[in-house]
């Protein structure tokens, strides 16, 4: 696909199925984008779409088969749109840091791709509501799921979810306890946790 010129183009890029149930515009909302009037708009929709796909086959789609419908928070984010909001203490890291996560649509360090998306299981959300803990989703997902990164934050229980062409295989938290919950080299990263998430959905596909 051709670099984005026009509304058209736009339009077309959005319109771009990334798997059975998701397309490219669910994920090219930002609030940074729409307050401060900044495009959100990748230098290159090719690899931005072929690395959307792969988030959204391996690890989306799985997760709504089994829990239902996601709430998509933060997705896609040019290169503008997150140096603006690291520059401004926007929660967002900086664009190097981003490349292969929020930023889908450049290579990290190592060349590789990779696509993140913040997301919120409703269905789990109105457990954490009434006291459920964070790490029952977080250890359903290390069990059932190709995930790279997971990042776990307070408000309704959403996470950030990454896939990546070489998984770290690794969950942290802003949420208590916080910090590293798992990685390659820890005592609790092998083996089944299925005691963490009785009463969790089997994984649907």
Known sequence: MKTIKSINALEEFGREQLSANFYMRDFLYSEISAFHGIANIPDDPDLAIAAGRRLCEDLLEPLQASFGRLAIRSAYRSCAVNGFGN???????????????????????????????????????????????????????????PYSTLAFF??????????????????????????????????????????????????SL
């Not at 977080?138 to 059932?144: E, K, L, Q, T, V």
Request: proline share 6%; aromatic share 12%.
């Open 87 to 145: 520059d401004h203490d926007l929660n967002c890291a900086s664009n190097e840091n981003n490349y292969a996560h929020h930023i889908w649509d450049r290579r990290d360090a190592q060349g590789c791709m990779g696509a993140t998306a913040c997301v919120v299981v409703p269905w789990f959300a109105a457990r954490y509501s009434e006291g459920a803990d964070w790490r029952e989703m977080a250890w359903w997902i290390h069990d059932h799921l």
């Open 154 to 203: 307070p408000k309704l229980a959403a996470f950030n979810i990454n896939w990546h062409e070489q998984p770290e295989r690794r969950i942290d938290s802003y949420v208590a306890p916080k910090g590293c919950l798992t990685k390659p080299g820890m005592e609790n990263h092998e083996g089944s946790h299925a005691n963490w998430y009785e009463g969790f959905p089997p994984l």
